[in-house]
T-cell receptor, first 111, second 114 residues
Framework: QQQVKQSPQSLIVQKGGISIINCAYE??????FPWYQQFPGKGPALLIA?????SEKKEGRFTISFNKSAKQFSLHIMDSQPGDSATYFCAARPPANKLVFGAGTILRVKS | EPEVTQTPSHQVTQMGQEVILRCVPI?????FYWYRQILGQKVEFLVS????????KSEIFDDQFSVERPDGSNFTLKIRSTKLEDSAMYFC????????????FGPGTRLTVL
């Protein structure tokens, strides 16, 4: 199955709070899991990515947690800021030259 | 910072007309991609291109679509006879190499088919 399921569809978080977005996949051949951030009118921009041999990766306020046995991965945004308000897409790459995207999560951080 | 550029930013066309969407990938990148995003939906893969040929395409990429690298810098997506359902945002992306390498996305072309 070449699908990635993403939840929630939308999320409202208070400034300073933690934003958590979850994704699940079925195809165990996926070998690369990036998260993209998209602002209105712009293209997706890579935020952070992880490979399946690592359980967690942190870059600044952004952390990916990866559970290989459960086939799930999540994005945690610590100390969420109004500037983080955007649409977030998880993605996965099969051993081929493309990305399979989740449906997206619209994040709004309230100040 | 190098970036992927796309033109035009917005294209309006009549159903049945041909459109060409243009992209300039990052100069040292070797892999090129087209994705589309129907309004409010997820980003969907259309096609990947390497060494002047298609390396993979999705079921969306039917005979109405074609891609070309006409010179050393441009990468184009042609839709021969547009349909209403082709209305979407089309993103070009490029990557330096295929394996574990970041795909850089352009700002997109919004295609509206009337």
């Amino acid at each position: 199955q070449q699908q990635v399921k993403q939840s929630p569809q939308s999320l409202i978080v208070q400034k300073g709070g933690i934003s958590i977005i979850n994704c699940a996949y079925e195809n165990t051949a996926f070998d690369y899991f990036p998260w993209y951030q998209q602002f209105p009118g712009k293209g997706p921009a890579l935020l952070i990515a992880i490979r399946p041999d690592v359980s967690e990766k942190k870059e600044g306020r952004f952390t990916i947690s990866f559970n290989k046995s459960a086939k799930q991965f999540s994005l945690h945004i610590m100390d969420s800021q109004p500037g983080d308000s955007a649409t977030y897409f998880c993605a996965a790459r099969p051993p081929a030259n493309k990305l399979v995207f989740g449906a997206g999560t619209i994040l709004r951080v309230k100040s | 910072e190098p970036e992927v550029t796309q033109t035009p930013s917005h294209q309006v066309t009549q159903m049945g007309q041909e459109v060409i969407l243009r992209c300039v990938p990052i100069s040292n990148h070797l892999y090129f991609y087209w994705y589309r995003q129907i309004l409010g939906q997820k980003v969907e893969f259309l096609v990947s291109f390497y060494n002047n040929e298609i390396s993979e395409k999705s079921e969306i990429f039917d005979d109405q679509f074609s891609v070309e690298r006409p010179d050393g810098s441009n990468f184009t997506l042609k839709i021969r006879s547009t349909k209403l359902e082709d209305s979407a945002m089309y993103f070009c992306a490029s990557s330096e190499v295929a394996v574990y390498n970041e795909q850089f996305f352009g700002p997109g072309t919004r295609l509206t088919v009337l």
